[in-house]
């Protein structure tokens, strides 16, 4: 099953703007990750955050997480074209995985 | 090799037939994890291999469904008796050990598809 909901479900926007998506869960996690998946490929990993952070950066991806809400939310600042793909949350429990259903995010030129 | 390789990258297939999907982690990641993702669906776990520990079957949906993993490296997933609801994208993906800080990485994929 299935762990939570991501929202939007999809996102439109201009190069150079920021994109802002977000991510429920339903269980207690040790981290929660996200990753990138362009169409007809597999998964990237794109940015992990510890159950003990409230935020983290890498380039121009922001990630915040929030326990108590059981949410997290991902910001990509500045976006291009190349940004265009579905972006996943999963959130980890021991060893396992448990992903949202994803947003999709399209960047026009 | 560089990824992890999935084979074959496209598959289909009549409804009743059996099919086999293979499965190469990156070289010295223990961990294999083999995940389905349906048409605009996130990814739902179906199985996991941990070096000689016994596997993780909890996600298989139905016994149709079984994998094995040689020797700590490639693994298959087959599928018996295929029906039109297994048509879906299987995802492989592998990490270093077993360990959720561990990132995952993927390969890009069978997509699947029953007649």
């Known amino acids: 099953s299935q762990q939570g909901e991501e929202d939007p479900q999809a996102l439109s926007i201009q190069e150079g703007e920021n994109a802002t998506m977000n991510c429920s869960y339903k269980?207690?996690?040790?981290?929660l990750q996200w990753y990138r998946q362009n169409s007809g490929r597999g998964l990237v990993h794109l940015i992990l955050i510890r159950s003990n952070e409230r935020e983290k950066h890498s380039g121009r991806l922001r990630v915040t997480l929030d326990t108590s809400k059981k949410s997290s939310s991902l910001l990509i600042t500045a976006s291009r074209a190349a940004d265009t793909a579905s972006y996943f949350c999963a959130g980890a429990g021991d060893y396992k995985l448990s992903f949202g259903a994803g947003t999709t995010v399209t960047v026009r030129a | 090799g560089a990824g992890v390789s999935q084979s074959p990258s496209n598959k289909v297939t009549e409804k009743g037939k059996d099919v086999e999907l293979r499965c190469d982690p990156i070289?010295?990641?223990?961990?294999l994890y083999w995940y389905r993702q349906s048409l605009g669906q996130g990814l739902e776990f179906l199985i996991y291999?941990?070096?000689?520990?016994?596997?993780?079957k909890s996600g298989l949906p139905s016994d149709r469904f079984s994998a094995e993993r040689t020797g700590g490296s490639v693994s298959t997933l087959t599928i018996q008796r295929t029906q039109q609801e297994d048509s879906a994208v299987y995802l492989c993906?592998?990490?270093?050990?077993?360990?959720?800080?561990?990132?995952?990485?993927f390969g890009d994929g069978t997509r699947l598809s029953i007649l």
């Open positions: 993906a592998s990490s270093f050990y077993r360990d959720s800080n561990q990132p995952q990485h």
């Open positions: 269980t207690s996690i040790n981290n």
């Open positions: 291999f941990q070096g000689n520990s016994a596997p993780d």
């Open positions: 070289s010295g990641h223990t961990a």
